[in-house]
């Protein structure tokens, strides 16, 4: 099972429009499971899955997730912590890893900061079921983040917060330079006429962007409305996926 995060730490930036086709396109070849979990529920409205697993869990008789051939899509989006009152994590765990445990790829569409409740529980709960710890992103920078570096401390938080979910289910501390986090893909999106030249000097002055894949996405306002999911992805997407089958057909990659 391959785990891919789509992160970022702006809402609006396109995470969830990037989650979705990702998902989609990659199920035309693996067992593919997209999960929800962010505060707006984009995706999940988009299927209108008015549920979600913890409501669910604390008794509203609705399904809170949807399935079709390869693809699933599992609402895990909430409020606020509030909503959570009373949560049982062991039985959320059992049917996590039940609704998940035969997929090839879980892709994770991430809230805008670098853990919440839900962010907590669902990492907690994946390593625990399945002892997988690598934490391939997605890192998904919109246009008008150019003049920002905020996201650098971003990454630096989300691997620490790995690391030490690693080190509680293992048991054992480990280095305090050990790496979890691994950016396969930077996807700079909505790009606007008269940006190009920002983004250049943004990227020669940023160590995180020059290794790293990367992909520069324009302005769409189609891909910025509601039912996103019924337009054909544009080439620039199609590109990101055929990156991603490529690095997951390669025997040597780790991912």
Same mark, same amino acid.
């Given at each position: 099972?391959?785990r891919?995060n ?6 609006g ?8 086709y990702?998902?989609r ?8 499971v ?9 995706i999940?409205?988009?299927y209108n899955i008015?549920?979600?697993i913890f409501s669910f869990?604390?008794?509203r ?5 949807v399935?079709?051939?390869?693809f ?9 912590e509030n ?6 994590f ?5 049917l996590?890893?039940?609704l998940?445990?035969n997929?090839d790829?879980v892709?994770?569409d ?5 853990h919440?409740f839900a962010?907590e529980i ?7 079921n399945?002892?997988?710890f690598?934490y391939n ?9 150019i003049p920002i ?6 990454t ?9 979910? !690693? ?17 396969? !893909?930077?996807?700079i999106n909505?790009i606007l006429k008269?940006?190009e030249s920002?983004?250049?000097?943004f990227?020669?002055?940023?160590e995180?962007?020059q290794?790293s894949a ?5 302005y ?11 337009i054909?992805p544009?080439?620039?997407?199609t ?10 057909r390669?025997?040597?990659?780790i991912?």
């Amino acid at each position: 099972m391959i785990r891919i995060n789509v992160v970022g730490f702006k809402g609006g930036s396109g995470k969830s429009t990037v989650s979705y086709y990702l998902a989609r396109q990659l199920s035309e070849y693996y067992n593919v499971v997209l999960v929800d979990k962010t505060y707006s529920g984009t995706i999940s409205r988009i299927y209108n899955i008015n549920n979600n697993i913890f409501s669910f869990l604390k008794g509203r008789n609705e399904l809170f997730y949807v399935s079709k051939n390869n693809f699933s899509v599992i609402n895990m989006s909430f409020s606020s912590e509030n909503d959570l009152n009373n949560f049982d994590f062991s039985t959320f765990k059992y049917l996590y890893g039940k609704l998940i445990k035969n997929s090839d790829i879980v892709i994770v569409d991430h809230s805008s900061i670098p853990h919440d409740f839900a962010t907590e529980i669902e990492l907690k709960a994946f390593m625990e079921n399945f002892r997988n710890f690598a934490y391939n992103t997605v890192l998904v920078l919109s246009g008008d983040e150019i003049p920002i570096k905020r996201y650098l401390n971003y990454t630096g938080l989300l691997n620490d917060f790995v690391k030490n979910y !690693a080190e509680k289910i293992l048991g054992i501390s480990l280095p305090r330079d050990v790496k979890f986090l691994k950016i396969i !893909a930077v996807i700079i999106n909505k790009i606007l006429k008269g940006q190009e030249s920002k983004l250049e000097e943004f990227i020669r002055g940023d160590e995180i962007l020059q290794r790293s894949a990367r992909f520069v996405i324009p302005y769409y306002l189609s891909l910025t409305q509601r039912h996103f999911k019924d337009i054909d992805p544009p080439k620039e997407i199609t590109d990101i996926v055929r990156y991603i089958l490529d690095l997951l057909r390669e025997p040597t990659s780790i991912l």
